[in-house]
C-alpha cells in the first residue's frame, strides 16, 4: 500500500487528496481486511503519528493498526479504536484512555511520544486531549518490522483475528521522526471531510 507517508513538515490543511482505504465496508468482522506497508519501516526514537479516520463499527479490541518485529514479541505499537476509548500500546505499556472516537464521522488523530521523557500525548481534531507517561520503556523501536493497518498481529504480519480488526475508513496517515507541537497539530488537523 502506499497510504503512508513519511514526513519532514507536516502537511497543509489544503494538502492534495490522498487515495483513503475503507475496510470492512460490508459490515462483515473478517481477519482478512487489512493493508501491509511494503516499503521499510524505519528505526523509530520520538515519534508523532497523525491520521484520520471515519470508524463505521466497533469491533471488541477495533485495532487500527499494529507494528510488530517477530513471532514471539508482543507488538511494539499497537492502536484500539475501541468502544471504551482509544487505547494505544508500546511494547507492551498502555495509554488507556476513555477518549471515544465517534461513530461514522471523520476525525483527526494524533499521538506523540517523547523518548527522552516517555511522554506521551493523544490529540482529537487538533486539540490535546490525554497525555501520560509509559514507565520502562528505553531505546528506539527498531526498523524492519511489520507495519499492518486494520489488523493485531498475533504473529510476524499474521494471527489475525476478526474481534482485534478495524471497520471503517482511514486517510492522510502520516509518521514524523520527532514529537509536533501543540500548535503545529492545531495547523495539521483540517477542518474539512475529505470526499468520498
Ligand atoms: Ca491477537
Not at 482478512?32 to 520520538?46: C, G, Q, R, V, Y
Not at 476509548?85 to 472516537?101: F, N, P
Not at 499474521?158 to 474481534?163: A, C, I, K, S, Y
Amino acid at each position: 500500500m502506499d497510504g503512508v507517508v513519511w514526513l519532514d513538515t507536516p502537511p497543509s490543511a489544503t494538502a492534495s487528496q490522498v487515495p483513503i482505504l475503507f475496510l470492512q465496508e460490508s459490515g462483515t468482522p473478517s481477519s482478512e481486511s487489512f493493508a501491509h506497508l511494503a516499503t521499510p519501516f524505519p528505526k523509530l526514537f520520538s515519534f508523532s503519528v497523525c491520521y484520520r479516520l471515519r470508524l463505521a463499527r466497533f469491533r471488541e479490541e477495533s485495532t487500527l493498526m499494529s507494528y510488530a518485529l517477530s513471532d514471539d514479541l508482543d507488538n511494539e505499537i499497537r492502536m484500539d479504536h475501541r468502544m471504551t476509548g482509544y487505547k494505544v500500546s508500546l511494547r507492551s505499556k498502555w495509554a488507556i484512555t476513555d477518549l471515544k472516537t465517534p461513530l461514522r464521522s471523520w476525525v483527526h488523530f494524533c499521538f506523540t511520544f517523547d523518548l527522552g521523557t516517555s511522554e506521551w500525548r493523544i490529540y482529537l481534531n487538533g486539540e490535546r486531549r490525554e497525555e501520560g507517561f509509559f514507565v520502562g520503556i528505553s531505546g528506539p523501536l527498531d526498523s524492519g518490522g511489520a507495519f499492518i493497518i486494520g489488523q493485531e498481529q498475533d504473529s510476524l504480519a499474521g494471527g489475525f483475528h476478526r474481534d482485534q480488526s478495524f471497520s471503517g475508513e482511514i486517510t492522510e496517515l502520516n509518521f514524523w521522526g520527532r514529537v509536533l507541537d501543540d500548535r503545529t497539530i492545531a495547523q495539521a488537523s483540517p477542518g474539512d471531510r475529505p470526499s468520498g
